[in-house]
């Protein structure tokens, strides 16, 4: 059983549509990580949280919003998003600088 | 610019044998190395992982060696189980940069034949 939890596991969303991803550890980790997967590519780095404030930003479009409401949740809200944002979203957690990540299952989002 | 590569798309295994992935890299500043598996429709999941200043580390059936002089490492599976097929990801960090920059290469798909 993965320790980090990513829900909805697959969304399909139109074009002006607005949703959010959501994340959940338990693990005590508090930095944690949105990345960006395509079919084929390695994950991609989006956004970083550490001690609950945004670290890093990957100069992501402002249609991807991240959230971190406390050390164990971060969100990714989501407006306007174009076909070529369809991905798998990857969440995942650490200890503020180890190396290892600990990743969640993922979101499939598909863009119509 | 790749800075991690992971040249062999695919790998195919007899069960039993040892299976070895290859992943090279450019930036020498990478002073961490990590191994991810990944199985379809899941994250990818920690493997092993390597420091700069040793050149192996062995976790049961899985061994990772380093060769900073040829910017190489390389992961070992021994005995290969057919649990085993999956995508494998090396990734590498920074020093410094602590656990934000992990750059990963595109993958090995492993398949271990029963």
């Known amino acids: 059983d993965t320790e980090v939890t990513q829900t909805p596991k697959h969304l399909v969303m139109g074009m002006t549509n607005k949703k959010s991803l959501k994340c959940e550890q338990h693990m005590g980790h508090r930095a944690m990580y949105w990345y960006k997967q395509k079919a084929k590519k390695p994950p991609e780095l989006m956004f970083v949280y550490s001690y609950e404030k945004l670290s890093i930003n990957e100069s992501v479009p402002s249609r991807f919003s991240p959230e971190c409401p406390n050390s164990s949740l971060l969100n990714l809200h989501l407006h306007a998003l174009q076909p070529e944002d369809s991905a798998l979203y990857l969440c995942?957690?650490?200890?503020?600088?180890?190396?290892?990540?600990?990743f969640g299952e993922g979101s499939r989002l598909t863009v119509l | 610019d790749q800075q991690v590569k992971q040249n062999s798309p695919s790998l195919s295994v007899q069960e039993g044998r040892i299976s070895i992935l290859n992943c090279d890299y450019t930036n020498s500043m990478f002073d961490y190395f990590l191994w991810y598996k990944k199985y379809p429709a899941e994250g990818p999941t920690f493997l092993i992982s390597?420091?700069?200043?040793?050149d192996k580390n062995e976790d049961g059936r899985f061994t990772v060696f380093l060769n900073k002089s040829a910017k190489h490492l390389s992961l070992h599976i021994v005995p290969s189980q057919p649990g085993d097929s999956a995508v494998y990801f090396c990734?590498?960090?920074?020093?410094?940069?602590?656990?934000?920059?992990?750059?990963f290469g595109k993958g090995t798909k492993l398949s271990v034949i029963p």
């Open positions: 990734a590498a960090s920074e020093a410094g940069a602590g656990s934000y920059q992990l750059t």
């Open positions: 390597i420091s700069s200043i040793k």
């Open positions: 995942a957690s650490s200890q503020p600088g180890w190396r290892e990540l600990f």
